[in-house]
């Protein structure tokens, strides 16, 4: 077959098949009449829950830059041992692995200026952008974000706002380009790298005093829906992958405690700040931990290795 | 062959145009929602969608207690009042901007990490017979380390 007619017919049945779904609702229908009574459908619920799963969802898992700045705030010490070297940059061929490693990488980023460790930051920086051109993200880490990192290399507020653009043009880019899959694979790698490094921070001789164990009993809160933005996205080969791997990490989690009682919101007129006041419970044995920090560590090294 | 050209190009022409639309909304969200986030840092993450009125979009994210939040949601000015309530997991409304005039900037705070669900609606202009407006709603998350 000619290889032009080939794609001109590729093309025109999809445009068939889009040109149906907009237009298939009107065509043979009547309008009804006024007076004539409509009838409603009997299985009106599944129609209702149609139109809810037809509603735009967005499943926000915290962004690599909030992850590392979750760390630091616990009063973790910084280990460069933790992070992927960048000397691996080259052995990521596939568009799975480059997408678990542009995660990767943007979260060893953050890591690593939140740090002020301003070597490792350009090196990263350099990787992640490495990851980025592999898979075809035009204009989300150019030369310009590099050389400003470069030259506010003290500045943390320039370098934070430089490490969050970046993110953003590379997830906005698999968004706007139809490619829901792989932005979802990236934030997937960056969220089990914050994970990963969390718990290899935390020592078990600290473990009921590390104000980590908090912050990694409070991932527990994000795993669903982690799992729903993997759903959104099944049948794509990396998130059918990925969803497996995960549920082996629900599993553990599910063996957390995590109660919260009612959350009353509270107006401060100075600050004009909301606090949202509630009471939390919540338990992780030593056990549990380990078992977690091992799995996340399998997880971790199946994207990096 | 002539029929086949005028298809592809049309079809072309649509991709282009949703293609096109998912730029402009990413360029509104820069220009338009990143400033509200003000002395907060973007988190990074980018959630904007083309809403028609009446639209309504859900978002579930976890905030975490040591962190102060700016929750920036700002609809394109050919839309009317978009509207935004913050509710917990047992579905009680914690916040809504229509009480504040539909204010596109909300701070808080967290005592325990939560999960929250931000419901967006795009009002409606009540124009019977007319097509409905749509534009771009950003969503975009500023945080601090709290004080």
Same mark, same amino acid.
């Given at each position: 077959?000619?290889?032009?007619?080939?794609?001109?017919?590729?093309?025109?049945?999809?445009?068939?098949?889009?040109?149906?779904?907009?237009?298939?609702?009107?065509?043979?229908?009547?309008?009804?009449?006024?007076?004539?009574?409509?009838?409603?459908?009997?299985?009106?619920?599944?129609?209702?829950?149609?139109?809810?799963?037809?509603?735009?969802?967005?499943?926000?898992?915290?962004?690599?830059?909030?992850?590392?700045?979750?760390?630091?705030?616990?009063?973790?010490?910084?280990?460069?041992?933790?992070?992927?070297? %960048?000397?691996?940059?080259?052995?990521?061929?596939?568009?799975?692995?480059?997408?678990?490693?542009?995660?990767?990488?943007?979260?060893?980023?953050?890591?690593?200026?939140?740090?002020?460790?301003?070597?490792?930051?350009?090196?990263?920086?350099?990787?992640?952008?490495?990851?980025?051109?592999?898979?075809?993200?035009?204009?989300?880490?150019?030369?310009?974000?590099?050389?400003?990192?470069?030259?506010?290399?003290?500045?943390?507020? %320039?370098?934070?706002?430089?490490?969050?653009?970046?993110?953003?043009?590379?997830?906005?880019?698999?968004?706007?380009?139809?490619?829901?899959?792989?932005?979802?694979?990236?934030?997937?790698?960056?969220?089990?790298?914050?994970?990963?490094?969390?718990?290899?921070?935390?020592?078990?001789?600290?473990?009921?005093?590390?104000?980590?164990?908090?912050?990694?009993?409070?991932? @527990?809160?994000? #795993?669903?829906?982690?799992?729903?933005?993997?759903?959104?996205?099944?049948?794509?080969?990396?998130?059918?992958?990925?969803?497996?791997?995960?549920?082996?990490?629900?599993?553990?989690?599910? @063996? #957390?405690?995590?109660?919260?009682?009612? %959350?009353?919101?509270?107006?401060?007129?100075?600050?004009?700040?909301?606090?949202?006041?509630?009471?939390?419970?919540?338990?992780?044995?030593?056990?549990?931990?380990?078992?977690? @920090?091992?799995?996340?560590?399998?997880?971790?090294?199946?994207? %990096?290795? | 062959?002539?029929?086949?050209?005028?298809? =592809?190009?049309?079809?072309?022409?649509?991709? $282009?145009?949703?293609?096109?639309?998912?730029?402009?909304? +990413?360029?509104?969200?820069? +220009?338009?929602?990143?400033?509200?986030?003000?002395?907060?840092?973007?988190?990074? /993450?980018?959630?904007?969608?083309?809403?028609?009125?009446?639209?309504?979009?859900?978002?579930?994210?976890?905030?975490? =207690?040591? !962190?102060?939040?700016?929750?920036?949601?700002?609809?394109? *000015?050919?839309?009317?009042?978009?509207?935004?309530?913050?509710?917990?997991? /047992?579905? /009680?409304?914690?916040?809504? /901007? &229509? *009480?504040?005039?539909?204010? =596109?900037?909300? *701070?808080?705070?967290?005592? $325990? =990490?939560?999960?929250? &669900?931000?419901?967006? &609606?795009?009002?409606?202009?009540?124009?019977?017979?007319?097509?409905?407006?749509?534009?771009?709603?950003?969503?975009?998350?500023?945080?601090? !380390? +709290?004080?």
């Amino acid at each position: 077959m000619n290889k032009n007619y080939g794609i001109s017919s590729l093309v025109m049945m999809v445009f068939i098949l889009v040109f149906s779904i907009v237009t298939g609702c009107k065509s043979g229908t009547k309008a009804p009449k006024e007076d004539e009574e409509v009838k409603l459908p009997e299985n009106i619920s599944e129609i209702k829950e149609d139109i809810d799963q037809a509603k735009k969802i967005f499943n926000a898992l915290p962004s690599p830059l909030e992850s590392a700045q979750l760390i630091k705030s616990a009063g973790a010490e910084f280990d460069g041992k933790l992070l992927n070297p %960048v000397s691996k940059v080259n052995s990521y061929v596939t568009n799975k692995a480059m997408a678990l490693n542009l995660g990767v990488y943007t979260c060893d980023l953050s890591f690593a200026s939140l740090y002020e460790q301003t070597q490792l930051l350009i090196d990263y920086m350099n990787a992640a952008k490495k990851m980025a051109d592999g898979l075809g993200i035009l204009e989300a880490i150019e030369q310009e974000h590099i050389d400003r990192l470069e030259e506010n290399i003290n500045n943390s507020e %320039v370098i934070m706002e430089v490490v969050s653009q970046t993110f953003m043009n590379s997830n906005s880019y698999l968004e706007d380009n139809d490619q829901p899959a792989t932005a979802a694979t990236v934030l997937v790698g960056g969220w089990i790298e914050g994970l990963y490094i969390s718990t290899q921070l935390v020592e078990l001789d600290d473990f009921n005093s590390n104000k980590l164990v908090g912050r990694i009993i409070d991932q @527990k809160l994000s #795993i669903d829906i982690l799992i729903d933005l993997l759903k959104r996205n099944q049948g794509n080969p990396f998130v059918d992958e990925l969803t497996g791997q995960v549920q082996k990490l629900k599993a553990v989690f599910d @063996k #957390i405690t995590l109660t919260t009682g009612a %959350v009353r919101p509270e107006y401060d007129q100075a600050s004009n700040t909301t606090i949202l006041k509630s009471e939390v419970k919540s338990d992780m044995t030593k056990e549990t931990f380990l078992e977690l @920090k091992n799995v996340v560590a399998e997880i971790r090294n199946s994207f %990096v290795n | 062959m002539r029929l086949f050209k005028t298809i =592809s190009v049309t079809a072309l022409l649509f991709f $282009s145009l949703s293609i096109s639309a998912g730029a402009q909304c +990413k360029a509104f969200a820069k +220009k338009e929602c990143l400033p509200q986030l003000q002395n907060y840092t973007h988190d990074g /993450n980018y959630h904007a969608a083309v809403l028609v009125e009446g639209e309504e979009a859900e978002l579930y994210k976890t905030f975490y =207690s040591d !962190m102060e939040y700016r929750v920036a949601i700002v609809g394109e *000015d050919k839309l009317p009042d978009v509207e935004f309530m913050v509710l917990d997991v /047992n579905k /009680n409304v914690l916040y809504s /901007n &229509k *009480d504040k005039d539909y204010a =596109s900037t909300w *701070d808080f705070k967290l005592q $325990s =990490s939560q999960q929250l &669900k931000i419901v967006v &609606k795009v009002s409606s202009f009540n124009r019977p017979g007319e097509t409905p407006a749509s534009g771009c709603v950003a969503i975009m998350f500023g945080f601090k !380390m +709290k004080k």
